[in-house]
């Protein structure tokens, strides 16, 4: 084999294998952007602008649910989402219009932070 095409592909392993223990998230966030730890005991609320996309990184060592409601001006739910994200992975949305949502970061209904859209 050339010698640099060797010294090539032991750059290119070495890279690749760096990056499989990077600790940055797999998903790219552009500005203006909020990434939030997650897990079945941290589910924090959140003020963002419209526009913004808020990223959830999975810091538990179980899959989290992680389910948006978005409410009207009386409260009441209009719309969910629901994705799962498995550990050390990043779920992400961008929020449009202004309002509140609840999200929840486990199975229990009666668990929930709130996403407040300015």
Not at 18 to 26: F, I, L, M, N, V
Not at 33 to 52: D, F, H, K, T
Request: hydrophobic share 40%; charged share 20%.
């Amino acid at each position: 084999m050339n010698k640099y095409l060797m010294i090539f592909f032991l750059m290119f392993l070495a890279v690749a294998c760096d990056a499989k223990g990077s600790e940055e998230p797999d998903v790219l966030l552009t500005p203006p952007a909020i990434l939030v730890e997650a897990s079945r005991q941290n589910c924090p609320s959140i003020e963002a602008e419209v526009g913004m996309t808020i990223a959830w990184e999975n810091v538990d060592t179980v899959s989290l649910p992680i389910k948006i409601e978005f409410l009207d001006e009386n409260g009441k739910v209009t719309d969910t989402g629901l994705s799962v994200i498995d550990p050390e992975t990043v779920f992400s949305t961008q929020f449009y219009e202004a309002g509140t949502c609840y999200v929840y970061c486990t199975d229990n209904p009666d668990t929930h932070a709130t996403i407040t859209v300015k």
